[in-house]
C-alpha cells in the first residue's frame, strides 16, 4: 500500500513565525502536491512538484515556498506564517491517475 | 481555481437507501476522479473515469460522465453508516505532472 506520512497532525505556530511542513511517501512516485483545504473552498494547490528539485506553483502559492531535494520528501515552508494561513494542509503524491493524501495538517497560527 | 462543482453541497439520506452526487466542470479533461474525505482526514481515491468511457463501477460506486454537459454523477448503492463523509470530484485536465483540480465536495450523511 502506498503510504504518505505527513509530520504532524496538530500544529499550533505564532505569527511571524517560519512554519516547515512535510511530507514523505514511500512509493517512488514522480509528482508530489502540498494542497490547503478551507471550509467552503474545497482544495486548493499550493505548489506541486515532478521531479526532484522541480518545482510549480499552483493556485495559491503566494506566502509559501516548496522544496524537493530528494524525490520522497516534499516539503513547504510558511515563511512568515499569518493568522490567514491557518488551516488544513493535505500532501499528495502519484505517477498517473490517482493521487494518495496524507492524513493532514491542522495548523493554527495566532 | 475550482474547475468541479458538486451538487447537491449537503445530502441525508438513511441507510439502505441511494446516494447521488453530482460534479459539474468547465474545460476539457482527460479524465475524473473521486475521492472521498472522512472528517478531519485526508483523501481517499475511490475511482477514475476517462473522458472517453462513459460508465464505470467499482462495488457500490457507479460513476457516469457526459462530456458533452461536462458533468459526472456518482451514486452510491444500499448506503451504509460508514459512507458518511465528504466527497469531491476531480478533473485532471491533462496538465504536465497530473495537476487535479479539486470540487467544493458534498457532505454525505447516512442515518442508522
Redesign the interface.
Known sequence: DVKVTQSSRYLVKRTGEKVFLECVQDMDHENMFWYRQDPGLGLRLIYFSYDVKMKEKGDIPEGYSVSREKKERFSLILESASTNQTSMYLCASSNRGEQYFGPGTRLTVT | ??QGEEDPQALSIQEGENATMNCSYKTSIN?L?W?RQNS??????LI?IRSNEREKHSGRLRVTLDTSKKSSSLLITASRAADTASY?C?TDANN??????????TRLMVKP
Open positions: 481555481s475550482q479524465n476522479q475521492y478531519g482526514r485526508g483523501l481517499v481515491h477514475l469531491f476531480a504536465a505532472g497530473n495537476m487535479l483540480t479539486f470540487g467544493g465536495g
